[in-house]
């Protein structure tokens, strides 16, 4: 008997300091301070404790549901609209949810509205289902996608655009409720939108809340009271990096990882988006993104063109929809020829609209969205000071961001062959071009001789301006210098960033007839045309080393969104990058 009262002593202390625990955890850990509220708050022994197999739940934690720097100034209507919500509230709902009578009914009323709201699906979104599509289009191709349990962080930055947010909300609902509404963490930031983007954004608020979709949603000022004195890809680089905020809270205060970041831009059918992570997880692609498709004089042509390059660094052709393959937007031979058969082919850069970033080979590894240093305010500075030739490229951040994926891969390459020389009796991996750095010289030669490219015979090569982001009235920018340099180690040697365009992901603007530009793309369905399952279909089995030079296409002072353009070739060097 004596030896067990010591036991049971012991075991009540144990108890009274874990309540003590429990309450302070409870008392101070749990209240934030303010101004740290909408913070993705750290992991705290409580969360282990409560233990609920679902990460992202917005029942558990009100971090998870977050609206920032809502528009609270009154203006004139404010007092008359107040007035009748709160009378309204108060003699024909809040009685009926607080009596023990009807609160049943409510319940009932609140889960047919959000059934109602999963089978929301815009007006553009609803017509989907039927657009021609190669290869057909199959749902249950994707359950395997939810099954996974993965996490994905869905990105917007939006400029007013209200015109197509409603359908760019039907597309979010549709996609959590194939992923699963606590799968998807989904990040909105509005920069000074002047439209009714900010009221449209209360809808999406109300939608997402009901659903249990995780969001935060942020409305910040305009970098410069003037739009025209902004510099554009600095505006880019600061609106990306807030909307990822939120994925680096969730990383540093949670362990959370999330498995991709789809970027939505303009307007993209949730089957392409699904499709899309599909080739992006069969190909362990960094990057995937769609194609970019703007009405022009009745006819459809490829829009981004100021971030989107080929493998070989070449601008893509400004192509209709309706051109032959051949003088498709691609015009490398290689993309050419995959994008005639509507696979996923390889590029050196894009963005082109929705795309798919896997964060694990981004910014989990520091890379955010920067822009050059060193363009010319145009308030303060009369004239832009000459640049040399060969001094770095002041283009888009998502070109940036690029450059960074391919030095990113090629660093990782060599610390992996770095680390299996050290631990001998492991084979080097043989899949991908790997650094060695005493093949260096040898590859160097015959990199040389490879690099010899025949001089671009297209007439609209490397011209014509930005549709994205200038008024074709602008004029043609200066074509192109013909890059003249050699590097004494050639890119081919190091492992390739993996970037990808899938042609069957369109993305398009409000008023495109969607069906027109399937069928143009596309042509009617022809399930048998590519022998071979999805899968395989999917996959490139060749990837391409990074090109020694790219068309450099920069915003080289302020003037916003639409500042002049120029053009030059720049040379790419891997190698000095990674010695930088
Ligand atoms: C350019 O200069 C003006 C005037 O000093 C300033 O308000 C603006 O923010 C500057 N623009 C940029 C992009 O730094």
């Given at each position: 008997m004596a030896i067990y009262l010591p036991r049971r002593n012991f075991i009540r202390v144990l108890w009274i300091l874990a309540f003590a625990f429990l309450a302070r955890l409870l008392f101070f850990s749990s209240t934030p301070a303010p101004e740290e509220a909408p913070q993705i708050r750290r992991q705290g022994v409580l969360d282990y404790v409560a233990g609920s197999d679902k990460v992202l739940d917005v029942q558990k934690h009100d971090f998870l549901q977050v609206r920032m720097g809502r528009d609270e100034r009154p203006d004139f209507m404010s007092d008359i609209v107040q007035d009748g919500v709160e009378d309204y509230w108060s003699r024909y709902e809040q009685p009926y949810i607080t009596g023990k009578q009807t609160s049943h009914m409510d319940q009932q009323n609140v889960l047919n509205a959000i059934d109602q709201l999963?089978?929301?699906?815009?007006?553009v979104a609803a017509l989907c289902p039927t657009l021609s599509r190669p290869f057909g289009q199959n749902d249950n191709a994707y359950e395997e996608l939810a099954r996974s349990g993965h996490l994905y962080f869905i990105g917007m930055a939006i400029h007013s655009a209200d015109h197509f947010l409603t359908d760019q909300l039907a597309v979010i609902v549709q996609m959590a409720r194939r992923l699963g509404p606590q799968s998807v963490f989904v990040s909105m930031l509005d920069y000074d939108s002047s439209d009714s983007t900010e009221t449209l954004l209360d809808l999406c608020e109300a939608v997402l809340t009901l659903l249990g979709v995780p969001f935060r949603i942020r409305r910040i000022?305009?970098?410069?009271?003037?739009?025209?004195?902004?510099y554009y890809p600095l505006e880019e680089a600061h609106m990306r990096n807030l909307v990822l905020e939120p994925l680096y809270e969730f990383y540093r205060n949670r362990k959370i990882k999330?498995?991709?970041?789809?970027?939505l831009k303009g307007f993209?059918?949730?089957?392409?988006?699904?499709?899309?992570?599909?080739?992006?997880?069969?190909?362990?692609?960094?990057?995937?993104c769609g194609m970019d498709w703007a009405e022009h004089n009745g006819f459809f042509i490829f829009s981004d063109r100021w971030r989107t390059r080929d493998i070989q660094g070449d601008q893509f052709r400004q192509s209709k929809s309706s051109s032959r393959p051949e003088a498709g937007p691609p015009r490398d031979k290689v993309g050419a020829e995959r994008y005639g058969r509507h696979l996923p082919f390889q590029v050196f850069c894009c963005e082109s609209g929705t795309h798919v970033v896997d964060p694990m080979q981004s910014y989990y590894q520091g890379i955010s969205y920067r822009h050059g240093s060193g363009f010319t305010n145009l308030s303060t500075a009369d004239s832009a000071p000459r640049r040399d030739s060969d001094s770095p490229c002041l283009d888009s951040s998502q070109a940036h961001f690029c450059r960074d994926l391919w030095i990113n891969a090629a660093r990782e390459g060599v610390r992996e062959v770095e680390s299996l020389r050290s631990s001998p009796g492991i084979g080097?991996?043989?899949?991908?071009p790997v650094v060695q750095k005493k093949d260096l010289e040898k590859r160097a030669e015959e990199g040389h001789a490879q690099r010899?490219?025949?001089?671009?015979?297209?007439?609209?090569a490397n011209v014509g301006s930005d549709f994205d982001a200038m008024p074709d009235s602008d004029g043609e920018p200066e074509p192109a210098d013909t890059y003249s340099g050699s590097l004494s180690i050639p890119n081919s040697v190091f492992r390739p960033a993996r970037i990808l365009v899938n042609p069957r992901c369109v993305t398009t603007y409000a008023g495109v007839s969607h069906v027109q530009l399937a069928l143009d793309l596309f042509g009617p369905e022809d399930d048998d045309a590519e022998p071979g399952s999805l899968k395989t279909k999917y996959i490139l089995d060749d990837w391409e080393g990074a090109p020694d030079s790219f068309v450099c296409q920069e915003?080289?002072?302020t003037g916003g969104r639409k500042a002049t353009k120029t053009q030059r070739r720049l040379g790419f060097s891997i190698h000095s990058e990674l010695n930088h």
């Open positions: 999963l089978t929301l699906n815009g007006w000022p305009g970098m410069t009271e003037d739009p025209t004195a902004a999330f498995h991709r970041v789809i970027w993209t059918c949730p089957n392409d988006i699904l499709e899309t992570i599909m080739v992006s997880e069969s190909n362990d692609a960094a990057m995937v080097v991996r043989a899949a991908q010899q490219r025949p001089a671009v015979k297209d007439a609209d915003q080289k002072s």
